[in-house]
């Protein structure tokens, strides 16, 4: 388990493109439009689990349940209602009626032919949710029966996330996986394809077969539009011509507050930027170099220099606003007595710190501010630059001693994250950082059997004393999603999961 799902996320954000203003249509008054530097990659799924595409399959594919976008509680979506066995091992999921956009019925067997794809298929990016999974059958055409090997609390919520939507056997068998997700998939979720041109922009039109009655709520078009640069982003968005900016400049938010027609946000997210520490080679294989890095980090200096004070310092190694975040929990203060005192008894004084970069403005910031830290306390940081494909092939062999990057988690239960950046044994090298604690190990595994949700708090609690204090990563903030919005738009946000509300969207006259 574990799996690079959250590599792209940031690979996406590095290397977007660059959208040719010139080429592009005309603006249309009866459509709602995203500029976003995150590309639309591929529309199968299964196959990536970067940010544009994330965005995407939840407009295109429902799932079989549906996380409410104000209470954030789980609700019936294909599924209209389950059934848990008494031992928390079988599932039974009982499906609507409901149809995919070409009219014909999504059945039991499109559910068990979507979530194999994603368990079982080389391709699938992301088939961590699933592992807990032994078998999966359709009883019936309206019942799915799901069977585990070992109690798995998340479940349920896993079943909600981005790579989960429900896409047709038929089609798939018929047209073959390259072809039938290639221009006009046929969906489940709120929206059909109208139009895409990868690198530029994708259509999309209101699904006429969608199952939620009287949604998508506008009978608008949906435009989302590759715009790579900031400041472009921006412009159109003043200009009236774009209705949502995504991933807005943490120095243009003052500006975007005081716009009269543009709503700027500061959105709930569960983002958490970090730094990794290889613990595979020194300096960072010693503990107690580990920990003086830590402590020469003035992590509250460093959110506020960073994201203009928008963002909160981080605790613990695991994201502010899942459940169970220990809020409560000191962290490790800024301390540069401690952590010369720390470093000089590692014998590590001296050591070289290649700290690897990306080009991104963030990345670049945040690599200077740990040189400067860490040089004050007696290490020999250099800042290495890398591109996005190189960064992701250094850090997945070890191949180098620090980096500062971000990673989000995809449900609101904490199992996700801490198979993602803390777990050993789980698949991801504790987020490529090679932090292995057997007894971390075992609690990611007493945690996810829990069904007692204080008995679950105290562990997850556990997990992130140990690997806090152990300096599995260094945690420096938690992020808002900061998105800015025309005013003529109603009902719509990005969920903490990366998830649009378009279908709750309607446009003011």
Request: proline share 6%.
């Amino acid at each position: 388990m574990g799996n690079f799902r959250k590599v792209s996320l940031i690979t996406a954000g590095l290397v977007a493109a660059i959208a040719g203003l010139g080429a592009l249509p005309a603006y249309s008054a009866d459509a709602i439009r995203i500029v976003s530097p995150y590309q639309t990659t591929t529309l199968d799924p299964m196959r990536s689990a970067a940010a544009g595409n994330i965005e995407t399959y939840g407009q295109l594919y429902s799932r079989l349940l549906l996380r409410n976008p104000s209470t954030g509680a789980l609700e019936p979506g294909l599924a209209q209602s389950w059934d848990i066995s008494a031992d928390g091992l079988t599932y039974t999921f009982h499906l609507r009626d409901a149809l995919f956009s070409d009219g014909s019925p999504i059945t039991a067997s499109d559910v068990v032919f979507s979530l194999e794809r994603i368990r079982g298929d080389k391709q699938s990016a992301y088939p961590a949710p699933l592992g807990a999974v032994e078998s999966m059958s359709a009883a019936d055409p309206k019942t799915v029966v799901v069977k585990l090997k070992s109690p798995f609390a998340p479940f349920l919520g896993n079943l909600e996330i981005w790579n989960m939507g429900i896409v047709s056997k038929a089609d798939v068998e018929k047209r073959g996986p390259e072809k039938a997700f290639s221009t006009e998939p046929v969906t489940s979720g709120p929206y059909a394809v109208k139009e895409w041109k990868p690198n530029e922009m994708l259509v999309l039109q209101p699904n006429a077969h969608y199952w939620r009655q009287g949604y998508p709520k506008s009978d608008a078009t949906v435009e989302l539009r590759e715009v790579a640069s900031p400041e472009t982003r921006i412009a159109m968005l003043k200009a009236g011509e774009a209705d949502v900016m995504r991933a807005v400049q943490w120095a243009q938010i003052d500006d975007l507050k005081t716009a009269e027609k543009i709503d700027m946000r500061l959105e709930p997210s569960t983002t958490i930027y970090i730094t990794l520490l290889n613990s595979k080679r020194d300096p960072f294989s010693n503990m107690m170099a580990r920990q003086a890095a830590a402590y020469a980090i003035d992590n509250k200096a460093m959110a506020a220099a960073i994201t203009r004070g928008y963002a909160q310092p981080a605790n613990t190694t695991l994201p502010g606003s899942i459940d169970f975040h220990d809020k409560d929990y000191p962290g490790i203060p800024y301390d540069v007595a401690k952590a010369k005192q720390l470093l000089a008894e590692s014998g590590m004084v001296g050591r070289e710190v290649k700290i690897l970069a990306t080009s991104g403005a963030t990345e670049q910031q945040m690599a200077l501010l740990l040189q400067a830290q860490w040089q004050a306390i007696g290490l020999k940081p250099v800042i290495v630059n890398v591109d996005s494909g190189a960064w992701w092939d250094a850090t997945g062999k070890g191949d180098y001693d620090a980096a500062a990057n971000w990673w989000y988690n995809e449900t609101p239960d904490p199992d996700l994250a801490v198979r993602w950046a803390v777990c050993g044994s789980c698949g991801s090298n504790s987020y490529n950082t090679f932090y292995s604690n057997p007894k971390v190990d075992e609690l990611v595994e007493q945690g996810t059997k829990e069904g007692d949700r204080a008995k679950r708090a105290e562990i997850y609690k556990e997990i992130q004393r140990i690997t806090t204090e152990e300096v599995a990563q260094i945690p420096l903030y938690y992020a808002p999603n900061a998105v800015a919005y025309s005013k003529r738009l109603e009902g719509i946000k990005l969920t903490p999961s990366l998830q649009w509300t378009l279908e709750e969207t309607t446009i003011a006259k």
